[in-house]
Structures are given as structure tokens and as C-alpha cells.
């Protein structure tokens, strides 16, 4: 079902994203999967690999905190394999935008705090800032979470809720919104984590 296409996942090597990996290559992708350290996305790829030696699977450990990082490696992807997924590319493309918007109109200080929260992105968040969210105990607040995620998700589905939609409708749309989200955030484990437990109340009001 996937055949030739190129999937890079984040968070690759344990947990919910090595099962992504692994059912992308069961359907016949080429998987790039990134991690924070070398150690972790090598035993991955090593383990990946034991279990099919057909399965094609690489790795790659740019800094996920740094945007031009992660766009480098991505370029490199591209170069390497030809061809890109359209859709992650629009997204990508659009948290650049994003962070683009935010420097422009925002002070250094107040646009790294702004990408953090809404983009999953510290790398313009300077240490002092950093540190002063820790020692008030609410650098949590710089984390997307479950509750970015319910505010965000339950605000698109009942808006399209009272646009007529049925159950169905506006639960499909608002998931598949919050999964855009999602990627372009870079998913990382808390993001999945609530993605998903977004999806299993969104099934129970359906039922």
C-alpha cells in the first residue's frame, strides 16, 4: 500500500512512534526515523532490521529543537530519495511561516516562548527564560500537551458541531486538523500521547 513512499517519523525509536515505523514498513515504505542521541536511533534501525532484513530503514539524529537542523536533514532526505510527501512538506513550509510571523512582530524573548508553546519549537528560547519557567515550577506550560490539544481539538469540533455537522463529520475533520497539527509540531511523545487520547473521546462521542 505504500510501496516507494518516503515516510520520516520522529520519536521513532520506542514507544508509539517505533510501532508507526514498523507498521510503515510492513505496508511497504522506506522509513527515516529521528531521535535525540545516535545510541537510541541506531539500536532501533538494528532491531528494525533483525526482524526483516528487507525492510528499508534508516536513522538520523538531528537536533529536533533546532528548525534549520531538522531542515537540513530533511533536504539531505530529499536529495537522497527524489521525491518528498506533499502534505508534510505544505506543513513544514507553514511552521516556517509561522515562526517567520512570530519574530517579525514579536521581541526575541516573547516569539521563542510563543514557538515553544505552539510549535513545539525551543530553539529560539533562551536559556534565562527557560530557566525562570523551571524555578516557578510551570515550565510545563512550555509543552504541548493534552490540553493545548483538548482546548484546540474540542474548539474545532464544536464549532463544526454548531455548523449542522453530525457527530461523525466534525469528529473526522477535527482529528484529522489536530493530526496536521500534530506533524507539524514535530509529534513528539507527549503530542502523540494526546492525539491519540483525543481520538478514543472523539470515538466515544460518535458511539
Known amino acids: 500500500m505504500l510501496k516507494e513512499k518516503v515516510a520520516v517519523v520522529t520519536g521513532g525509536t520506542r514507544g508509539i512512534g517505533y510501532a508507526i515505523v514498523k507498521k510503515f514498513l510492513e505496508n511497504g515504505a522506506i522509513v527515516v526515523l529521528f531521535g535525540s542521541r545516535q545510541e537510541t536511533v541506531e539500536k532501533a534501525v538494528t532491531s528494525l532490521k533483525a526482524e526483516n532484513s528487507a525492510w528499508e530503514v534508516s536513522g538520523a539524529w538531528p537536533n529536533l529543537k533546532d528548525v534549520k537542523a531538522v531542515e537540513t536533514e530533511i533536504n539531505s532526505i530529499k536529495e537522497k530519495y527524489g521525491r518528498t510527501d506533499g502534505i508534510g512538506e505544505r506543513l513544514f513550509g507553514l511552521r516556517k511561516q509561522i515562526r517567520n510571523v512570530y519574530q517579525s512582530y514579536l ?5 521563542g516562548v510563543l514557538e515553544t ?5 525551543k530553539s529560539l528560547l533562551d536559556a534565562g527564560t527557560r530557566q525562570m519557567y523551571q524555578k516557578a515550577g510551570i515550565s510545563h506550560i512550555l509543552a504541548i500537551s493534552g490540553l493545548h490539544i483538548s482546548i484546540l481539538g474540542m474548539g474545532i469540533y464544536q464549532i463544526l458541531r454548531k455548523m449542522g455537522n453530525s457527530h461523525f463529520a466534525a469528529g473526522t475533520a477535527a482529528f484529522l486538523l489536530l493530526g496536521g497539527y500534530g506533524v507539524m509540531s514535530g509529534m513528539g511523545t507527549s503530542t502523540v500521547r494526546a492525539v491519540v487520547m483525543f481520538a478514543v473521546m472523539l470515538a466515544g462521542q460518535c458511539l
Not at 521581541?107 to 516569539?111: C, F, L, Q, R, Y
Not at 508553546?117 to 519549537?121: I, V
Open 107 to 111: 521581541s526575541e524573548e516573547d516569539a
Open 117 to 121: 508553546m505552539t510549535m513545539g519549537d
